[in-house]
């Protein structure tokens, strides 16, 4: 299992972060994520081989943009 953190760009409510969340939930080795609307940070656990990239074209899916921190 690996965590990786993203800052995330304009996600400042619940409804943000459930956005957010809706969307990464479905890239495939999430095993789990935190969204914090306050601090606009996204926290993914998911196995070795998570592709950041397909997390990171969820988040601009959902309709913002991250980084990897």
């Known amino acids: 299992m690996t965590t ?6 304009g ?8 956005t957010v969340r809706q969307q990464v939930e479905q890239v ?3 095993r789990g994520l935190t969204v914090n609307p306050s601090t606009g940070t996204l926290t993914v656990d998911g196995e070795e ?9 969820a988040v601009g ?9």
Do not use: S
């Open 4 to 9: 990786t953190n993203f800052q995330v760009t």
């Open 11 to 18: 996600m400042h409510c619940g409804g943000c972060a459930n």
């Open 28 to 30: 495939p080795g999430v």
């Open 49 to 57: 081989n998570l592709d950041t990239a397909a997390v990171l074209a």
């Open 61 to 69: 899916q959902a309709g913002y943009e991250a980084v990897r921190t």
